[in-house]
Nanobody
Framework: QVHLVESGGGLVQSGGALRLSCATS????????MNWYRQVPGKQREFVAR???????SYAGFVKGRFTISRDNTRNTAQLQMNLLEPEDTAVYYC?????????WGRGTLVTVSS
């Protein structure tokens, strides 16, 4: 079975940093495109970052150079390094991949940024 498990969320002050990790199982990780999304209660889930199987990265406009997505194919994990965090970044962050047209999501990790 496919499982994605996020970790690394927590409470940080504005301007601080967090490193999120997405541990995967049940997939051929080296062939998978990995994505991070985030969601605030009452709002739609929004795209944050993507890294393809060959390492090409894409970011949402609000990232503004602050975040870096990466992957470690030896550990079957994807990471999201978040720097210069702002209160507006507070959300549940989700890891996502797609297999044969179907999306698979983790359950999320909560990031709270205090002002």
């Amino acid at each position: 079975q496919v499982h994605l498990v996020e970790s690394g969320g927590g409470l940080v002050q504005s301007g601080g940093a967090l490193r999120l990790s997405c541990a995967t199982s049940g997939i051929r990780f080296s062939l998978a495109h990995m994505n991070w999304y985030r969601q605030v209660p009452g709002k739609q889930r929004e795209f944050v970052a993507r890294i393809t199987s060959n390492g090409t990265t894409s970011y949402a406009g609000f990232v503004k150079g602050r975040f870096t997505i990466s992957r470690d194919n030896t550990r079957n994990t994807a990471q999201l390094q978040m720097n210069l965090l702002e209160p507006e970044d507070t959300a549940v962050y989700y890891c996502k991949t797609n297999l044969k047209g179907r999306d698979f999501w983790g359950r999320g990790t909560l990031v709270t940024v205090s002002s």
